[in-house]
């Protein structure tokens, strides 16, 4: 499973992010990748240790509405055979 995380905060590192998502996530953040941080448009990838849908979709909607630098973010889950596209830009 991939998790898709944005609406993250341009003042935030990478390591910040990365960090923030290892920490909710626990044992179910297998790999996490960090990109356009920086920018209004960045997002993680991070893939789910984690193989079975509805685990996936309670992940993400457990990180869904978490704060970082005071900013909502939002995620969305897809299985392992989808490529991971970026999230909405924003305008």
């Not at 944005?6 to 910040?16: D, H, L, R, Y």
Request: proline letters at 8%; one cysteine or more; aromatic letters at 6%.
């Amino acid at each position: 499973m991939n998790l898709i995380v944005w609406n993250i905060p341009q003042t935030c590192s990478e390591q910040e992010v990365r960090e923030f998502l290892q920490h909710e996530l626990g044992h179910y953040a297998k790999n996490v990748i960090v990109h356009e941080q920086g920018t209004s448009n960045a997002y993680a990838h991070v893939e789910l240790n984690a193989d079975v849908p509805y685990v996936g979709d309670v992940i993400a909607q457990q990180v869904h509405g978490k704060l970082l630098g005071g900013v909502a973010l939002q995620a969305s889950v897809m299985p392992f055979d989808e490529k991971p596209a970026p999230p909405p830009q924003r305008l």
